[in-house]
């Protein structure tokens, strides 16, 4: 079996099939793996620190506590609700302190260093312009100031000897009524530093399909979509988002499990809506972490990546937010090697994935992939590194 087609079964990690698969990978193998990432809120991974300077820079008073250490704690505790509206509710003190250009530069410059220095190589990073305008600054105000500190943390990071390529999604939320300017504003950035049009916020009662205009527009435009859909709502989120909408990637679309039954044998059986998911390949944006704390998933080990993976769905690993989850791309494949005996060809497997779902011209993935993704985990193969 090559990396490329994914694991047998949702365990298949646990079985030794050669060298640097099978086994669990220790974390410091893990973090200096190649890493792919394809859905992180630049609002959901400041740095608790970050958040007291700019508080106090800005005059926001209302955090819990301005010890960094305590508020980092608080973020992940607070998040930690399994409920999505509640989770939804930390980012009233992230989005406060980014309402400057300074205050987003910053968070874009340091979201960029973070992210490299954890060993990701690419990763696209999604903000909502509407939400950062609360003091003036007008949306395209707010897309220069975050595309400006993503150029600089590339910079910092590359002379650091951490290389990285970050490109940003517009977000429109799908509780307001801008959609449509933030798609045009996506094509308009679309040579800038932008690839992908992207929609969020609660899903009960917001279907994706209220948005049409937009994804119409984006559609005729020839950009990149993708929609927030199947992680607190379920299939009908999903089914609007790639039939009527055209996503071409499914963020979060963890429920999709919800189309797959047991036969009388006990193996699974995929509905309709699952099979098409796979037989066209759809992307799901998977964030273990945060599943869990939404309620979407009741822990790691009983994840759907695991049954998903195990059926060759696109699998993606992701972290979603990286303060409210108190995570990283190498705390989330090290969980999922833990839970499920995913050795380093499994997370080849799920970067590679990745990297091929990406929002970049072809060309670009596939120079990605030869030349950083595969050497990187076949140095580490042929370590021996544990």
Not at 61 to 72: E, K, R, V
Not at 285 to 311: F, Y
């Amino acid at each position: 079996m090559s990396i490329e087609s994914g694991p047998v079964h949702a365990g298949a990690g646990r079985r030794d099939r050669g060298s640097g698969a099978g086994s669990r990978v220790p974390e410091h193998v893990v973090r200096r793996a190649p890493k792919v990432l394809l859905h992180d809120h630049l609002d959901g991974g400041l740095r608790p620190e970050t958040i007291v300077d700019l508080a106090a820079t800005c005059g926001y008073d209302g955090l819990p506590t301005t010890d960094a250490s305590a508020l980092g704690e608080w973020f992940t505790a607070a998040a930690d609700s399994g409920s999505l509206v509640r989770y939804l509710e930390t980012f009233e003190h992230t989005l406060a302190v980014m309402q400057t250009p300074e205050g987003l530069h910053r968070v874009a410059r340091e979201c960029a260093e973070d992210l490299a220095a954890d060993g990701v190589v690419y990763a696209e990073v999604r903000f909502a312009p509407e939400l950062h305008v609360t003091r003036g600054l007008s949306l395209r105000e707010v897309i220069d100031a975050v595309l400006g500190g993503f150029a600089e943390g590339e910079a910092l990071a590359a002379g650091a000897g951490h290389r990285i390529r970050v490109r940003a999604l517009l977000t429109a939320m799908r509780t307001a009524a801008r959609s449509r300017e933030i798609a045009e504003l996506t094509v308009a950035y679309r040579d800038r530093g932008v690839v992908g049009f992207d929609i969020a916020g609660a899903e009960a009662g917001y279907p994706p399909s209220r948005h049409l205009d937009a994804f119409e527009y984006l559609r005729g435009e020839c950009m990149h979509i993708t929609i927030h859909a199947g992680e607190a709502f379920g299939l009908p989120s999903i089914r609007e988002a790639i039939a009527f909408c055209g996503c071409e990637r499914l963020g979060h679309g963890v429920r999709i499990v919800d189309d797959i039954r047991r036969g009388p044998d006990g193996a699974p059986e995929l509905g309709r809506l699952a099979s098409y998911v796979r037989d066209l390949r759809i992307p799901l944006e998977l964030c273990p972490s945060s599943n869990v704390q939404t309620g979407a998933a009741a822990s790691i080990a009983e994840h759907p990546i695991g049954l998903l993976a195990d059926l060759r769905f696109r699998v993606t690993v992701n972290t979603d937010n990286r303060l409210m989850s108190g995570t990283s791309m190498t705390r989330e494949l090290v969980l999922l090697s833990e839970a499920f005996g995913w050795g380093l060809r499994e997370l080849q497997w799920v970067t590679v994935n990745a990297m091929k779902s990406a929002f970049l011209p072809f060309d670009e993935r596939l120079a990605l992939i030869e030349d950083v993704v595969k050497p990187g985990y076949a140095a580490l193969e042929a370590a021996a590194a544990y």
